[in-house]
Nanobody, 116 residues
């Protein structure tokens, strides 16, 4: 069973930086995509950044956030710079695996609060 665990969230002032980490455990193979999502209070969960056959970012974070991962695929990161109050949300790690049949895994989330 694959499990994902996020860390690195916290309280930061506007303009500050945070680095989120996602650690995967269990047997992982045939990775289709890895991604970070976020959900702000009262809003739907949205895609922040994704690594698959290409790397994609939400328009609101492009140029400020960078997604990366270790070669062994066990860890993934989200470097967040120039943070804004509207970046406040719970951030979730997401993993999609499988060739013919895809399976999706989620972490429990880590809170990021941007406030002065």
């Amino acid at each position: 069973q694959v499990q994902l665990a996020e860390s690195g969230g916290g309280l930061v002032q506007p303009g500050g930086s945070l680095r989120l980490s996602c650690a995967a455990s269990g047997s992982i193979s045939n990775i289709y995509a890895r991604a970070w999502y976020r959900q702000a209070p009262g809003k739907q969960r949205e895609l922040v950044a994704r690594i698959g056959d290409s790397t994609n970012y939400a328009g609101s974070v492009r140029g400020r956030f960078t997604i990366s991962g270790d070669n062994d695929k066990k860890k993934m990161y989200l470097q967040m710079n120039s943070l804004k109050p509207e970046d406040t949300a719970v951030y979730y790690c997401n993993l999609v695996v499988g060739l013919m049949v895809r399976r999706e895994y989620w972490g429990r989330g880590t809170q990021v609060t941007v406030s002065s």
